[in-house]
């Protein structure tokens, strides 16, 4: 009786009380995520930028990080056959609840990451994004036909470089107590000015168990900022100087060369 | 080697743009004929959507025909009377072309047209160049042929003007010596500055011919008088899209210019060494590639379904 009760009480509460310590270590081990640099400068010469994304996490668990903006709306044309022979934007497509930059690292592929349930709910993957996105769109041609619209969005926004999936492209170095990890983000120059989240996403057994974010933002500086204010909010002004620059620099050469610049 | 454009939202090899402001201007240089109608389509296949490489291009051509005015008017080879009558119907046509624009962008037509424009202009362009430059190396190679055409053009021409003479306000031209309705030049103005929006070319291409074989003006006065009225055409295009359409990247027209304008006076000291009915067949083939290569783009599967709202 006095056995049974050590076997089937004490043994294993002294167990628990022994890995309690290991098991409070591991939760207390948070998910961290910092971004070098935390602020993207468009200036003259900006071709986009590298990102370096780091942090550290439970020793064995997989990661994700989503690099991306709030959901929104966004419009287009969409192309169509004129006349059945020629090509041209034949019409306007809305589509809704889509990031306007959505940028996936992760330590695995999606699949081996997240089954498809989890994928949805934790917006993982261009097949969460397009079960999220709704199309808007007064064409019969394409209402009859979502999926294939969406997959054109899809296929439209990587051509910007503006949605991208790097599958196994996060290192990491195993710790004693701890892992670390890092990913390289290759930042699009099409990547409109504003403030863009990284969210870093620790998986253990199939499920999303810890989250870390971290912001940053883009913005223009300098002259590429002064002459985008310009053009937008003083158009006449902006007008009247790209005339007198234009002119002055035709003068200028004319009179350097006395033989007159490339005629129309 | 990059530059961020603020416009166009694109990052582009300077040194790429330089050097197709290079080419084009050689190009000017070399052919005596305008860059605009090659310019456009160039910055379209690198990527600058069609609404801004046309209205970058207007920009540039201010410069460039700045240029060019100026030395033809210390040769006293600018008719300012023709010139401003040009300019009053190009001022029209600027208005009217920017205006079909701004309704097209709205609509998604815009990119459309301005491809169609482009095929059936540079289409017919470039076939007249090659069969008339095919023609004169057939006749060059054939003594009778140049003796003959010798005596042709000894001979006087006879003016008939048969409709031309008979609309009002006919008016006196004293630099060209010919006498037109003020009507004539101002509709050509309009027809021209129509397609100096769409196209976003000075038209001189257009100009140039009309004012030789319609207006008759003598060919020294021409290139002065056409470049005069395409600077202000121009001007006026360029701040039109600049206020109406908000299209005009002005640090793209700057790296276009510092090639055009050196690629134009290398063009013209090769010009001089080349032989002339060669050179135009050639450049008659490049206008024929330009359009054979916008055809496809029509005809042919866009890779993207779907496009950006308004050309930008």
Request: hydrophobic share 50%; proline share 3%.
């Amino acid at each position: 009786m006095c056995k049974s009760i050590i076997r089937q009480f004490v043994i294993p509460l002294l167990a628990a009380l022994l890995f309690l310590p290991l098991a409070t270590v591991r939760s207390a081990q948070a998910l961290t995520c910092q971004v070098n640099p935390n602020k993207v400068d468009i200036n003259l010469s900006y071709h986009g930028a590298t990102l370096t994304v780091t942090g550290e996490n439970t020793a064995g668990d997989e990661l994700i990080i989503r690099i991306g903006n709030a959901a929104g709306e966004t419009h287009y044309k969409y192309m169509g056959k004129a006349g059945g022979f020629f090509w041209m934007k034949k019409g306007d497509v809305g589509f809704k609840n889509v990031p306007g930059v959505y940028l996936l690292y992760t330590s695995r592929d999606i699949e081996h990451l997240l089954d498809p349930a989890g994928q949805q709910a934790n917006l993982i993957g261009y097949e969460a994004l397009k079960a999220a996105a709704e199309m808007e769109t007064a064409s019969d041609e394409l209402n009859g036909n979502e999926a294939r619209w969406k997959e054109e969005f899809i296929r439209f926004k990587e051509h910007q470089n503006l949605y991208a999936i790097h599958s196994g492209t996060i290192t990491r170095q195993h710790g004693a107590a701890s892992d670390t990890y890092q990913a390289e983000v290759a930042w699009p120059y099409q990547a409109a000015p504003g403030t863009y989240t990284v969210e870093a996403m620790a998986v253990r057994n199939g499920q999303v168990v810890e989250r870390s974010q971290v912001e940053f933002t883009v913005g223009r500086t300098g002259v590429v900022a002064w002459l985008s204010n310009l053009a937008f909010n003083r158009p006449a002004v902006y007008g009247i100087m790209a005339v007198v620059v234009a002119i002055i620099a035709g003068f200028a050469v004319g009179m350097v060369f006395r033989k007159g610049g490339g005629a129309h | 080697m990059y530059m961020y454009l603020p416009i166009a939202l694109a990052s582009v090899n300077y040194l790429l743009v330089i050097g197709l402001g290079l080419g084009v201007g050689l190009l000017s240089g070399l052919f005596g004929v305008g860059g605009g109608f090659l310019m456009t389509p160039l910055l379209m296949m690198i990527g600058i959507p069609p609404t801004i490489a046309a209205a970058t291009d207007a920009n540039q051509i201010v410069a460039a025909s700045a240029s060019g005015t100026y030395a033809h008017w210390r040769l006293g080879n600018v008719d300012f009377k023709m010139g401003l009558y040009l300019l009053v119907g190009g001022f029209v046509g600027g208005a009217v072309g920017v205006q079909i624009i701004k309704f097209l962008s709205a609509t998604g037509g815009a990119d459309f047209l301005i491809k169609m424009t482009y095929v059936v202009m540079l289409g017919l362009v470039g076939t007249f160049m090659f069969f008339e430059s095919l023609n004169a190396l057939r006749k060059a190679k054939n003594p009778a042929h140049v003796a003959a055409a010798a005596a042709k053009s000894a001979a006087p021409v006879e003016k008939k003007q048969g409709f031309f003479a008979s609309l009002p306000l006919q008016t006196y031209f004293v630099k060209s010596g010919v006498t037109h309705s003020a009507l004539v030049p101002i509709a050509l103005g309009t027809f021209v500055g129509i397609l100096a929006a769409i196209m976003g070319v000075g038209g001189g291409f257009l100009m140039v011919p009309v004012m030789i074989y319609m207006l008759r003006m003598p060919m020294h006065v021409v290139v002065g008088t056409s470049l005069f009225q395409i600077m202000f055409t121009c001007m006026e295009v360029t701040f039109l899209q600049c206020t109406s359409n908000k299209t005009v990247d002005f640090l793209l027209a700057i790296l276009l210019l510092l090639g055009s304008v050196f690629g134009a006076q290398i063009g013209t000291i090769l010009g001089k060494k080349l032989h002339g009915d060669q050179l135009k067949i050639l450049l008659a083939i490049l206008v024929l590639a330009v359009t054979a290569k916008i055809v496809l783009e029509l005809v042919m599967e866009p890779s993207m379904m779907l496009a950006m709202k308004g050309g930008h």
